[in-house]
């Protein structure tokens, strides 16, 4: 496979079961080989993206000392503002060449799970980023919820296996912006080789080149996806879970040629998270004689706290 397979979640809403399977197969197939999907028939619209990249642009124009008085300390950086090169990828020293922001979920039925997560950061300075961040969050948490649903089926689960897990889940909407680079980054890059720890990842803006996906012979492919499309892969968190029948593949954002170093790169992943109490043992169904089980029992609370010591933002 030398580019990202691409699939349109009309033909698994539609009432037509032809259409449906042919969604199943084609996205579990995809995650089995490569781990990504391109998804065109999303519930984004283009006004709201529009918007969304406006407010981005706004908020990371925005002064340092504005930006960095949202930086929430003793969260591990889980909503709010992250500040430039505070991430590294599992493993890396060097920070990635990124800041970032992140919306966290919206609980507005359960009191004990709101208070579970950290409160959203508002941004005072700019009128409509927390509503449309908020908009974009439910929209592409929608989306996930679907692609879900057909990857239960392609998992011989019920359909709607993961609902009750997602709902109300640890998701997170991550804004990043990549800035200009003005000298020699030595071993830094945009974005280190990194797996997601979560169970999917939807992501905005990967229209332009830049992020590249590693297939299993250790080849680097671009990832780059049409307008309309999202890129969707598969986190950790799912691979766990499916013995690896679904792959969380290798990912990275290399730098631009020199020539290209002026421009910033931006870029909106949707981690889509369950709630802490999932359990990800490995499924009965993805164990046999030809797949012994691969991995330790672990819920995605204590997996998460793993990851999060591993890339710096939380402490011992
Ligand atoms: O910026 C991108 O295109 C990808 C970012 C990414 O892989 C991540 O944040 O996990
Ligand atoms: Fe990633």
Same mark, same amino acid.
């Given at each position: 496979?030398?580019?990202?397979?691409?699939?349109?979640?009309?033909?698994?809403?539609?009432?037509?079961?032809?259409?449906?399977?042919?969604?199943?197969?084609?996205?579990?197939?995809?995650?089995?080989?490569? @781990?990504?999907? %391109? +998804?065109?028939?999303?519930?984004?619209?283009?006004?709201?993206?529009?918007?969304?990249?406006?407010?981005?642009? $706004?908020?990371? $124009?925005?002064?340092?000392?504005?930006?960095?008085?949202?930086?929430?300390? @003793?969260?591990?950086?889980?909503?709010?503002?992250?500040?430039?090169?505070?991430?590294?990828?599992?493993?890396?020293?060097?920070?990635?060449?990124?800041?970032?922001?992140?919306?966290?979920?919206?609980?507005?039925?359960?009191?004990?799970?709101?208070?579970?997560?950290?409160? =959203?950061?508002?941004?005072?300075?700019?009128? #409509?980023? =927390?509503?449309?961040?908020? #908009?974009?969050?439910?929209?592409?948490?929608?989306?996930?919820?679907?692609?879900?649903? %057909?990857? %239960? +089926?392609?998992?011989?689960?019920?359909?709607?296996?993961?609902?009750?897990?997602?709902? !109300?889940?640890?998701? /997170? +909407?991550?804004?990043?912006?990549?800035?200009? &680079?003005?000298?020699?980054?030595? !071993?830094?890059?945009?974005?280190?080789?990194?797996?997601?720890?979560?169970?999917? *990842?939807?992501?905005?803006?990967? #229209?332009?080149?830049?992020?590249?996906?590693?297939?299993?012979?250790?080849?680097?492919?671009?990832?780059?996806?049409?307008?309309?499309?999202?890129? &969707?892969?598969? @986190?950790?968190? +799912?691979?766990?879970?499916?013995? =690896?029948?679904?792959?969380?593949?290798?990912?990275?954002?290399? =730098?631009?040629?020199?020539?290209?170093?002026?421009?910033?790169?931006?870029? /909106?992943?949707?981690?889509?998270?369950?709630?802490?109490?999932?359990?990800?043992?490995?499924?009965?169904?993805?164990?046999?004689?030809?797949?012994?089980? #691969?991995?330790?029992?672990? *819920?995605?609370?204590?997996?998460?706290?793993?990851?999060?010591?591993?890339?710096?933002?939380?402490?011992?």
């Amino acid at each position: 496979m030398d580019r990202i397979p691409s699939v349109d979640l009309k033909d698994f809403i539609s009432d037509d079961p032809i259409r449906k399977q042919k969604f199943i197969d084609d996205i579990g197939k995809a995650y089995e080989d490569i @781990g990504f999907v %391109a +998804l065109k028939g999303h519930f984004l619209d283009d006004t709201l993206v529009d918007n969304l990249y406006d407010e981005v642009k $706004n908020f990371f $124009n925005l002064p340092l000392e504005v930006k960095e008085s949202y930086e929430v300390p @003793g969260i591990g950086g889980q909503r709010g503002y992250v500040s430039f090169g505070k991430e590294s990828a599992k493993g890396k020293k060097e920070g990635d060449l990124k800041e970032f922001w992140h919306f966290g979920q919206y609980v507005e039925d359960d009191e004990a799970r709101r208070k579970e997560y950290p409160e =959203n950061v508002t941004v005072n300075e700019l009128a #409509q980023f =927390n509503e449309v961040g908020k #908009q974009t969050y439910k929209m592409l948490e929608k989306t996930a919820k679907y692609v879900l649903r %057909a990857l %239960a +089926l392609y998992l011989n689960l019920e359909e709607t296996y993961f609902d009750n897990f997602i709902h !109300n889940g640890n998701s /997170i +909407l991550r804004p990043i912006h990549y800035p200009p &680079i003005t000298e020699e980054p030595k !071993n830094a890059v945009r974005a280190a080789a990194h797996g997601d720890i979560n169970l999917i *990842t939807l992501l905005m803006g990967a #229209q332009g080149r830049g992020l590249q996906v590693q297939r299993h012979d250790g080849e680097w492919i671009d990832a780059i996806a049409e307008p309309d499309e999202l890129m &969707i892969n598969v @986190g950790d968190m +799912l691979s766990r879970h499916s013995n =690896n029948k679904l792959k969380s593949t290798i990912h990275r954002v290399i =730098n631009p040629p020199r020539e290209l170093w002026g421009t910033s790169r931006y870029s /909106i992943p949707f981690f889509m998270h369950p709630i802490s109490e999932m359990k990800l043992d490995v499924l009965d169904s993805c164990i046999d004689e030809d797949h012994p089980k #691969q991995f330790e029992d672990i *819920t995605a609370g204590e997996f998460l706290t793993e990851r999060l010591i591993e890339l710096g933002l939380i402490k011992k």
